[in-house]
């Protein structure tokens, strides 16, 4: 796993290395930020980050500042460390903390991209998008990983849902947050 582009290419992360964490491969990472290509990003959330390779790409491509989160021991270690390795830490803030927790207590944080790539059984979808609405800026964008066979709502809230393409087992399902 590696970085695919930006200040970072090429830049070999570190895997979580658990049954329970499934990295995104390297092409279908591309693929996303290809598809999102042509826009700049200051605040990013990674949520269920895993190792941080999405939020991490995005920083690499020129985001200002990025918030992994994620309820997994291991997990967290991983970002650390790949937060290390880039020489990033500094433009992050890195939280242990449960889903449901962080979305209850987001404050006044309000983000251009989010990244929610959730374990597959964990069918936490339109809990999170509709959660998330009020902290996307106007026009910013929501990836979601979910497997292939899940197809979500075309819109949520403000959330208009303005791609989606399936790479193997998975999908992968674009937003934008559009107000009338």
């Not at 967290?76 to 460390?81: A, D, G, Q, S, T």
């Not at 830490?89 to 890195?94: D, N, P, R, Y």
């Not at 990244?115 to 979808?125: E, N, Q, T």
């Amino acid at each position: 796993m590696r970085v695919i582009g930006g200040y970072h290419k090429g830049r070999i992360l570190k895997r979580v290395g658990k049954k329970t964490t499934r990295e995104t491969a390297d092409m279908v990472k591309e693929s996303v930020f290809n598809m999102i290509a042509g826009r700049n990003f200051n605040c990013v959330l990674d949520l269920f980050a895993g190792s941080g390779a999405y939020g991490l790409e995005a920083l690499s491509r020129g985001a200002k500042y990025l918030y992994a989160v994620d309820h997994d021991k291991d997990a967290i270690k991983c970002v650390f460390e790949n937060a290390r390795i880039l020489d990033v830490a500094e433009h992050m803030t890195i939280l242990e903390r449960d889903y449901k927790q962080f979305l209850k207590n987001i404050g006044n944080l309000y983000f251009d991209l989010v990244f929610i790539d959730p374990p597959y059984d964990l069918d936490v979808y339109d809990e999170v998008l509709n959660a998330l609405n009020e902290s996307i800026e106007e026009y910013g964008l929501i990836v979601v990983e979910s497997k292939k066979q899940k197809i979500l709502n075309e819109t949520y809230k403000d959330l208009v849902k303005i791609k989606e393409k399936t790479y193997g087992i998975k999908r992968v399902t674009i937003y934008e947050k559009i107000i009338d």
